[in-house]
């Protein structure tokens, strides 16, 4: 109650209700009684990654979530050099900011390893590296400009591919399925302005967005617009499979590379193939290269299916409810995101650890022991 009482919390609370029930009545939901006055149609969502460009570069078309991952690998590598360029006996705030973050790192490492320094010195770059990409990469997919400002593709074009796809799979194309934008704009813009969600009343269709076949049967209708489809110059890097399982190819890989390198390859593949113990052991082998693979499968699909069902729910949020209905979710996002990418990283951690343990290896002294006299050798 005496929260209540400060002027400053009752104008916070009065500002939150007229923004809220702004975005009910200015959004999809106040579109349906006549409203809608700053909403925008649903985007398109689609898996696979669009091309950031119109045009094929040398033959090779540059996707939006390769230029998204590029702005990460940038970012990480300017803060880089900045914290390393400043270093000082009293740090920064940039520079504490990563001596704290490191330093909780390397204590994790240095704990799931069994306190073991030269398996924390193998594995803390890759881990440390893994955690940041991805955190970063989810981060900064929710900035704005990622999925709304791109390139538009004229529903001619998208009406021409989606046909060239579907005669490759021997099937004739449903125009009705495919769905196409009405922009405003007739010359180098092509704008979804706000106020643009109304419902037709007769059809009680969006009116901004048509389909291919309604395109194709009304084309003189659309004189001074522009219909097709915005493909967007940046999309969330880890929203792409190819992204996230590049990611668990190489965290697996790495994992049997230090294996092999710390047990030797013989004690390591005996793990898998185990010729001397019988039928049963040749079994829990093969098992064992089943989980291998499976985990490769886990680590792609579980940060895909979190970062991507991110962002579809945020793009509906933005088309029900603008202005405040977005806001709860994107502090969802940068929660999600954080998780993801300390789990993605965690695992690769316990994996490794795993991986340099010998079969047979009693308690932590055994395997440690082992795994020293493994790098004396290197």
């Given amino acids: 109650m005496k929260l209540l009482a400060n002027p400053k919390v009752i104008v916070l609370l009065l500002a939150i209700m007229i923004m809220g029930l702004l975005g009910v009545a200015g959004g999809a939901l106040g579109a349906q009684f006549g409203a809608g006055f700053i909403g925008a149609p649903l985007s398109h969502i689609q898996l696979a990654a669009e091309p950031a460009w119109p045009k094929a570069i040398a033959g090779f078309k540059i996707t939006n979530t390769m230029v998204a991952t590029w702005v990460t690998i940038l970012l990480l ?207 829990v082998g093969l098992l064992e290269i089943i989980g291998e693979t499976s985990r490769i499968i886990s680590f792609t699909f579980r940060l895909f299916g979190n970062i991507f069902a991110g962002e579809v729910l945020l793009i509906a949020m933005a088309f029900l409810i603008p202005l405040v209905g977005i806001l709860p979710f994107l502090g969802l996002e940068l929660f999600v995101g954080l998780v993801q990418g300390f789990v993605f990283a965690m695992l690769t951690l316990v994996f490794a650890t795993g991986a340099t343990i010998a079969h047979g290896a009693h308690g932590d002294d055994h395997g440690h022991g082992e795994v020293k006299a493994t790098e004396g050798r290197h």
């Fill in 77 to 283: 590598t300017v803060l880089a050099l900045l914290a390393r360029s400043k270093v000082k006996e009293v740090p920064g705030r940039l520079q504490g900011f990563f001596e704290v973050l490191f330093e909780f790192f390397l204590n994790l490492a240095d704990n799931v390893t069994g306190h073991d320094k030269g398996r924390v010195r193998r594995f803390f770059p890759l881990v440390m590296t893994i955690f940041l990409f991805v955190a970063v990469s989810n981060w900064l997919g929710i900035l704005p400009g990622y999925g709304s400002i791109g390139w538009f593709e004229p529903a001619d074009d998208v009406i021409h591919h989606a046909e060239e796809a579907a005669e490759k799979r021997g099937e004739h194309a449903d125009l009705s399925e495919i769905h196409l934008q009405v922009f405003d704009g007739d010359g180098f813009l092509a704008l979804l302005p706000l106020g643009s969600v109304g419902i037709d009343p007769i059809t009680k269709h969006p009116t901004n967005v048509v389909t291919a076949a309604e395109y194709e049967e009304h084309h003189g209708e659309y004189a001074g617009k522009k219909v097709g489809r915005l493909a967007p110059f940046f999309r969330s890097a880890n929203t792409d499979i190819n992204t996230t399982l590049a990611i668990a190819i190489i965290a697996m890989f790495m994992v049997h590379f230090w294996g092999f390198r710390i047990l030797g390859p013989l004690n390591h593949a005996g793990k898998y193939i185990n010729l001397k113990g019988g039928p049963i052991m040749l079994f």
